[in-house]
């Protein structure tokens, strides 16, 4: 106590105010960190969505018998050719991939007419550089592979990691498949018949 009859505090003991308007600077920096933390996370996501890449993998369709070694479609193989076109010739596809076989070109010749895109051969024994090759320049696309009963199989097995067996009879020329792939999944495939 002092000597005029006052009571004194200890330092330590003195109450500091806070400022008035202390709460709400408090809930605009929540509001802002909220908003950076949320506009990181559609960044992330849209850049996630970009990457995705459809690849539709198909048989040639039905073929003669002869020339053995580089037949062209049958009738039933040029109707074919022209149902994928049909089927997928409104679709954002980036870009048609064949083998060196006739009958593969044929077959997506009708589809990459009418999308105004050429139809890039690649080697049926090169799998692996069929899938770099897309994968350099088609990432968040769609392609689309014609190949062959023994091709197709290994193309959607590398393309699901192993995960995805296809078996081809020397006689199904109707099937393809759908092939997703993500950075942020497994990829998914749909098979379909056309």
């Known amino acids: 106590m002092a000597a005029d009859g006052r ?5 330590g003991l003195l109450r500091r105010r806070r400022p008035f308007l202390a709460p709400f600077w408090l809930a605009g920096f929540v509001v802002l960190a909220s908003l950076a933390l949320l506009y990181g996370v ?9 990457e995705t890449t459809t690849v539709i993998v198909l048989r040639h369709a039905e073929k003669a018998l002869v020339p053995a070694d580089d037949p062209s479609l049958t009738p039933a193989g040029e109707a074919r050719a022209q149902r994928l076109r049909t089927l ?12 060196e076989a006739r009958r593969t ?31 350099a320049r088609h990432i968040g696309g769609t392609v689309v592979v014609v190949g ?16 995805t067996q296809v078996v081809l009879r020397d006689d199904e020329f109707d099937r393809l498949f759908v092939v997703t792939v993500t950075r942020f999944g497994p990829p998914s495939v749909v098979a379909l018949q056309y």
């Open 7 to 11: 009571a004194v505090r200890a330092p």
């Open 42 to 50: 559609l960044r992330a996501t849209i850049a996630f969505a970009g």
């Open 88 to 99: 997928l010739g409104s679709n954002a596809v980036r870009a048609v991939y064949a083998s």
């Open 105 to 135: 070109q044929d077959t997506a010749r009708p589809l990459a007419s009418a999308l105004s895109l050429p139809v890039t051969v690649h080697p049926a024994r090169d799998p692996q550089g069929l899938l770099d090759a897309i994968g």
């Open 148 to 163: 062959h009963s023994n091709t197709v199989p290994a193309i959607v097995s590398r393309l699901t990691r192993g995960k």
